[in-house]
T-cell receptor
Framework: AQKVTQAQTEISVVEKEDVTLDCVYETRDTTYYLFWYKQPPSGELVFLIRRNSFDEQNEISGRYSWNFQKSTSSFNFTITASQVVDSAVYFCALSELLFRAGSNSGYALNFGKGTSLLVTP | GAVVSQHPSRVICKSGTSVKIECRSLDFQATTMFWYRQFPKQSLMLMATSNEGSKATYEQGVEKDKFLINHASLTLSTLTVTSAHPEDSSFYIC???????????????FGPGTRLTVL
């Protein structure tokens, strides 16, 4: 069984504050991928990052950074100097490899419940 | 790159009618496409996985006869909600898998979603 837990349902910060979104996962697989997606009010999911289970290097992309720690099964996401445009629901997701008989299927995503981030001016 | 479109973006229909939603990968070929469903303020739930040219694989609890999936080409998958009822009202999102290496798709790119309202 796999499970993704995003314990923070809603977070509200003032612009320019730093904010960290937590994600804890459970899996028995040794090979897996972790993702973060952003869902603004328009509804479209925006891909932010993919990390495979063998790569524990932290990553920084502009104001975004991710901290992957296998020892604690966590993949946290930090936004520095938050902006109003960062307001959205953020989903952490874990992928499992699908082995379907006779087909090349790929990875299905198991999403956390999401964290709604509100950044106010 | 890796753009996925969905059509229509919004549909309102009467109870008992069927609704078809199209999902296209515009600039890449997708071996696998996925269909998700999202109720208001909830997470995405995988409904089914489809591979081009083969039958879709449905998740537990998803009715195959209710949600017909056709994956006719490497760039197009369709979801038909048959005999729709108000409880089928939801946000339906497709994704297309992009294979970066080897055999399996390991990153999904999502369409903009289709909001279905059944009256």
């Amino acid at each position: 069984a796999q499970k993704v837990t995003q314990a923070q349902t809603e977070i509200s910060v003032v612009e320019k504050e730093d904010v960290t979104l937590d994600c804890v996962y459970e899996t028995r697989d040794t090979t897996y991928y972790l993702f973060w997606y952003k869902q603004p009010p328009s509804g479209e999911l925006v891909f932010l990052i993919r990390r495979n289970s063998f790569d524990e290097q932290n990553e920084i992309s502009g104001r975004y950074s991710w901290n992957f720690q296998k020892s604690t099964s966590s993949f946290n996401f930090t936004i520095t100097a938050s902006q109003v445009v960062d307001s959205a629901v953020y989903f952490c997701a874990l992928s499992e490899l699908l082995f379907r008989a006779g087909s090349n299927s790929g990875y299905a995503l198991n999403f956390g419940k999401g964290t709604s981030l509100l950044v106010t001016p | 790159g890796a753009v996925v479109s969905q059509h229509p973006s919004r549909v309102i229909c009467k109870s008992g009618t069927s609704v078809k939603i199209e999902c296209r990968s515009l600039d890449f070929q997708a071996t696998t496409m996925f269909w998700y469903r999202q109720f208001p303020k909830q997470s995405l739930m995988l409904m089914a996985t489809s591979n081009e040219g083969s039958k879709a694989t449905y998740e537990q609890g998803v009715e195959k006869d209710k949600f017909l999936i056709n994956h006719a080409s490497l760039t197009l998958s369709t979801l038909t909600v048959t005999s729709a009822h108000p409880e089928d009202s939801s946000f339906y999102i497709c994704s297309a898998g992009l294979a970066r290496s080897g055999l399996y798709t390991d990153t999904q790119y999502f369409g903009p979603g289709t909001r279905l309202t059944v009256l």
